[in-house]
């Protein structure tokens, strides 16, 4: 089956990074999504990896471990307006449709 | 440019009531996708439509059914709405139906059935 294991909330500092888990069950891999959501708002993309290894964009960082099923998104030097949800995705049945984890609520305190 | 526009922002209707959600995806964009956000989850698929043609459906009962015009515009109808149906409905859009990634999400319809 299909399935996507996401911690439901994280707390961390101003400043400070943050590391959020996901990891997945697949049985046709197309590459893993990660999506931010503020409270209220549409998601928007952050990245998306295919294959193993980290990609830098930013602040943000995502990382993919095919093997292991396994990802995770690096924000670094959080900043308020980083509080919101982070939602681990892939693509299935041929990219038709993606399929969401419930997602990591971030709140990021002073 | 635009982004993926939804209408209406904000719907409430009672139960066993039918609702006509709409989206119109970016210009240039021929693959429509809608997914269902009930709140503390993340979304769900529910269809994706290309070229007018539904090309992927998400485990929904039948009371949802969908459309896409030949402006590439879409059409979400849900009937004999149930209270469980109350959710952020979510359109986005992309290029191709084959593209991986870059799917452009509108702002939602929050939906209330009382």
């Known amino acids: 089956g299909q399935n996507i294991d996401q911690p439901t909330e994280m707390t961390a500092t101003e400043g400070a990074i943050v590391q959020i888990n996901c990891t997945y069950q697949?049985?046709?891999?197309?590459?893993l999504f990660w999506y931010q959501q503020h409270a209220g708002e549409a998601p928007t993309f952050l990245s998306y990896?295919?294959?193993?290894g980290l990609e830098e964009k930013g602040r943000f960082s995502s990382f993919l471990s095919r093997s292991k099923g396994y990802s995770y998104l690096l924000l670094k030097e959080l900043q308020m307006k980083d509080s919101a949800s982070y939602l681990c995705?892939?693509?299935?049945?041929?990219?038709?449709?993606?399929?969401f984890g419930t997602g990591t609520k971030l709140q990021v305190i002073p | 440019d635009a982004g993926v526009t939804q209408s209406p922002t904000h719907l409430i209707k009672t139960r066993g009531q039918q609702v006509t959600l709409r989206c119109s995806p970016i210009?240039?964009?021929?693959?429509v996708s809608w997914y269902q956000q009930v709140l503390g989850q993340g979304p769900q698929f529910i269809f994706q439509?290309?070229?007018?043609?539904?090309?992927g459906r998400g485990n929904f009962p039948d009371r949802f059914s969908a459309r896409q015009f030949p402006n590439y515009s879409s059409e979400l109808n849900v009937n004999a709405l149930l209270l469980g149906d109350s959710a952020l409905y979510l359109c986005?859009?992309?290029?191709?139906?084959?593209?991986?990634?870059?799917?452009?999400f509108g702002p939602g319809t929050r939906l209330t059935v009382t």
């Open positions: 995705a892939f693509p299935a049945g041929g990219y038709q449709k993606v399929t």
């Open positions: 697949t049985s046709g891999f197309n590459g």
């Open positions: 986005a859009s992309r290029q191709r139906q084959d593209s991986s990634y870059e799917q452009y």
């Open positions: 990896n295919v294959l193993d």
């Open positions: 210009s240039g964009h021929k693959s």
């Open positions: 439509y290309y070229e007018k043609e539904e090309r």
